[in-house]
């Protein structure tokens, strides 16, 4: 019973899926937060998901390290200076 359980889990169609996260972006980012949820727990995981990104997708890989320095280099300037035009 099991066996047939997982073959038939194996066997579902995942198109209607992919389909709903191409054409609905809040969807998407629901997805992707979860994801988020679930390998936050696991150092193993976050470093398989961040060596896959770094792998398969160079230019997000580089945009999210790109928006990492900025954030660090923001925090690190003093509030006397806080970005307040004159």
Known sequence: MKKEDSQQQNQ????????ALEEDPKLLDEAI?????????ETN?????????????RNLYNE????????????????CCGGINN
Do not use: R, W
């Open 33 to 41: 937060e979860i994801l988020l949820d679930m390998v936050e727990l």
């Open 45 to 57: 995981s976050i470093k398989k998901v961040a060596l896959y990104i770094k792998e398969d997708s």
């Open 12 to 19: 579902l169609d995942f198109e209607p899926f992919y389909e």
């Open 64 to 79: 999210i390290t790109k928006l990492y320095k900025l954030s660090q280099n923001k925090g690190n300037t003093s509030s």
